[in-house]
């Protein structure tokens, strides 16, 4: 299937990363690292990706306006206009009623693909296949796609869609959408065979996005519109600048996904993982004969299974008797911390040592 002129993608890249930290800090969080050491960091592969679904100039990033000089130095072929450049941390929901306005301005007839800047795609044929027929499923109806996978194992740190209807071509009805649940709810919901991983990929065409957002949000963007009837990229961003922050903080996920009327899941088999926190890392990564995941690293194990291990350039580890551990060092801080459900832990120490200790730990 081919990609057309009305086919757009946007890439989410505003996050903090904190729950790779400390390899993903603040000033320079986790979409902008090569974490694995492959050339490439994770932001710039995302659009590598992309380029090749829709033409390179309909990929829009979304970013906080820390990051800009950032995206910019990884992404010198995408011009200042298709970048939106957040004056402060809110969700995804703010983000995508931004660069729906912005794409909906430039083509009314655009489709949407809006996609984290931090998943891994093991399968690239399958899932170019998978966004162009999901793409022509939005241009023909009146409707919010998601993209879900199977799930392999209880994951609590990922979002669950339990399947309704089917309606064919692998697209359900989405019965109900829950949020990173607890692990015995997990397990329940992965041994039901009813519930798909939330891949956090959605797509949709810009008039039916504006109808959602409009339900959802206050009428930021509806009142630029009374101000400007004609729409330049300068008069958005800087009344964008001035009046983003009226947003609230709500994801997408909780903002549409949570009321699952017109929302249809697309089931996918493309290869998938997050690469959001260190368990998910793990659970992806190929694994020693011992079980452990060491990556782009210098290490070495004498009685050590199931751990993740990362650690800067130039720094050997020498480890012995550790089961289930993450072991990972960025610049002045080493986080030694049990590896199952660390994602609420290593939130929690983030938030504690930035109240104790300050910002030039986080």
């Known amino acids: 299937m081919k990609s057309n002129g009305n086919n757009y993608c946007v890439i989410l890249a505003g996050g903090k990363g904190r729950r790779l930290w ?147 071509n692998g697209l359900y009805k989405v019965q109900s959408f829950t949020e990173k649940p607890e692990r015995e709810f997990a397990k329940i919901f992965v041994e039901s065979g009813e519930f798909y991983w939330n891949t956090g990929l959605f797509l949709s065409n810009v008039k039916y996005l504006r109808e959602c957002f409009c339900k959802i949000l206050p009428p930021v963007l509806r009142d630029y519109d009374k101000q400007y009837p004609e729409f330049s990229v300068e008069t958005e961003n800087a009344y964008m600048k001035e009046s983003f922050s009226s947003y609230p903080n709500i994801s997408v996920d909780f903002g549409i996904l949570d009321k699952p009327s017109n929302v249809y899941m697309m089931k996918c088999d493309f290869g998938w993982a997050d690469l959001g926190t260190w368990h998910s890392i793990y659970e992806a990564m190929q694994k020693s004969s011992d079980d452990n995941v060491v990556i782009d690293s210098d290490v070495m194990m004498e009685n050590c299974h199931n751990n993740v291990i990362k650690l800067p350039k130039g720094k050997l580890a020498v480890l012995n008797g550790l089961d289930g551990f993450i072991v990972a060092e960025k610049d002045n801080v080493l986080l030694v911390c049990k590896k199952e459900d660390s994602s609420a832990l290593v939130r929690k120490y983030v938030n504690e040592v930035q109240m104790k200790k300050g910002d030039e730990f986080v």
């Open 22 to 168: 400390p390899c993903s800090r603040s000033n320079y969080p986790k979409q902008f690292v090569d974490f694995f050491g492959v050339g490439r960091t994770q932001l710039q592969q995302t659009f590598d990706r992309m380029a090749k679904i829709v033409p390179a100039d309909h990929i829009f990033i979304n970013t906080n306006e820390e990051y800009v000089q950032l995206v910019r130095e990884q992404l010198p072929e995408v011009p200042a206009e298709r970048i939106l450049a957040e004056p402060i941390h809110r969700n995804t929901a703010p983000s995508m009623a931004w660069a729906n306005h912005r794409i909906s301005m430039l083509n009314p007839d655009a489709c949407i693909i809006a996609t984290p800047s931090d998943q891994a795609i093991f399968n690239e044929d399958a899932f170019r296949e998978n966004v162009l027929e999901g793409l022509a499923f939005v241009a023909e109806h009146d409707r919010f796609l998601t993209m879900g996978v199977k799930p392999t194992r209880p994951e609590p740190g990922y979002g669950y869609i339990q399947m309704g209807e089917a309606i064919g």
